[in-house]
Structures are given as C-alpha cells and as structure tokens.
C-alpha cells in the first residue's frame, strides 16, 4: 500500500545516477514541486525520461538550467533553448525518440514486453543501429522496452492506498510512467480517505504506487 510521505521524505529517495521518468506534457501534468525539491536537493548525474524539458523558467526545465540531467530521453526540446544549448556543446547527452513510439516503449515495459514493432522511422537516421523485422511484407523497427529507477508524476486526486485520478490532459504520460519504474512517487493535488473514489474513476490502481506526497497550496501575494 501506498505511504503518505513529505516531499523532503519522497526525495530523499532519488539518488545520484538513477533513471527518473517525469509526467507531463510542456508542464500540463508536471509534478512541479517534487521536480522544485530534487533541483534543491543538488541530485546530479541523472537519467531523464520524459516528454520534453519544459518551458524555460518552470520546474520541469530547472533540472537542465540547475545541471541535474546527464542523459535525456525525450520527444522534443524546442520550448526549452537551454536544453538545446547544452546538447549542441556536448554537455548534454540528447536522445530524441518519436513521441509515439517513446509512450509504447514504456508501456511495454510496464507491462513485461519484449518490445514493439513500429514503421516509425523506417528510412531515417531513427532506425540506425535498431533490429529490422519483416512481419506480413511490411518492415518494423524493433523498439525496445523502456524503465526507470524512479517516477515522478502528478495527480488530480488519490486515496491513502494510492488509486489515482488525473484531470483531463493532465493525465497525458503519467499512468504508463506508473508502470514502468521501480519505485513511483505522486504528487497529489487531493488525498482522500479509502472508499471516497468511485472505483469507476480510477484510472491508476494503487499496486503500482509507493509514496503519495501532498501538493502545497500556491502562495497568493498580498495585495493588500
């Protein structure tokens, strides 16, 4: 069953050199505050999987500006120049993956494949290096399954046994990505109690997740 943990405490277990899988989409569905504390913490030398790099000046785009990341696996970089900065210096090891073939990859890792077979990228520089199979005239790329030490999502609501609910294009990478790593930690905008979740609204069953962390409300200036 899933832990309610501070964010200090769910952090704590990121580690120096691990593969971290992060949710959202350029920043919809982010897990912006657990992102906020491991740039704080000073974690280096990861593995980032996740969809882009964010939009440069939010959470998601500090762990390339704060030098965290060693090696990204993404679908694009464009909203974030600095992540183009650092790979076209060589200080940053890029891997761009077509966005649908990245989401099978960690779905077939997710659930115990060997792999997928797409056509995507057939006759450009995405096939270099990759087995080519020929099923019913057609050839395929063989993808390979990708893992995680860790994940890092965002969720709507959860209950205390970790069932989670995301909110519309919020939910976007996040429920593959839970799947998919050996330990999983969720930021949550609502913790309920066991029983307050229609079963029909779960879209993430809590056997996949470990530590549930609840989002801190957003300071809202003085104004007065």
Do not use: W
């Amino acid at each position: 069953m899933a832990q309610v943990v501070s964010l200090e405490e769910a952090i704590s277990k990121v580690q120096n050199g691990m593969t971290v899988m992060v949710g959202g989409f350029i920043g919809c569905g982010a897990p912006d505050q657990l992102l906020e504390e491991v740039c704080q913490k000073g974690t280096k030398d990861l593995k980032l999987i996740a969809n882009d790099t964010g939009i440069l000046g939010d959470a998601m785009s500090q762990l390339i500006v704060k030098r965290c990341v060693s090696k990204l696996i993404a679908t694009h970089i464009g909203t974030n120049k600095e992540t183009g900065r650092q790979m076209s210096a060589s200080e940053l090891d890029v891997k761009l993956v077509p966005q649908g073939t990245l989401v099978e990859q960690i779905r077939a890792a997710g659930a115990g494949l060997g792999g997928i077979l797409t056509p995507t990228g057939i006759g450009t520089i995405v096939e270099d290096g990759k087995q080519k199979l020929v099923v019913n005239g057609t050839e395929y790329l063989l993808e390979l399954p990708i893992r995680a030490n860790v994940a890092l999502l965002n969720a709507y609501k959860a209950d205390k046994a970790g069932n989670l609910v995301y909110r519309r294009a919020a939910r976007n990478f996040n429920p593959v990505m839970a799947m998919a790593a050996d330990l999983v930690i969720v930021q949550v905008d609502n913790i309920v109690e066991v029983g307050e979740i229609d079963p029909d609204e779960v879209m993430t069953p809590g056997i996949f997740i470990d530590y549930l962390v609840q989002k801190k409300p957003l300071e809202v200036p003085d104004v007065g």
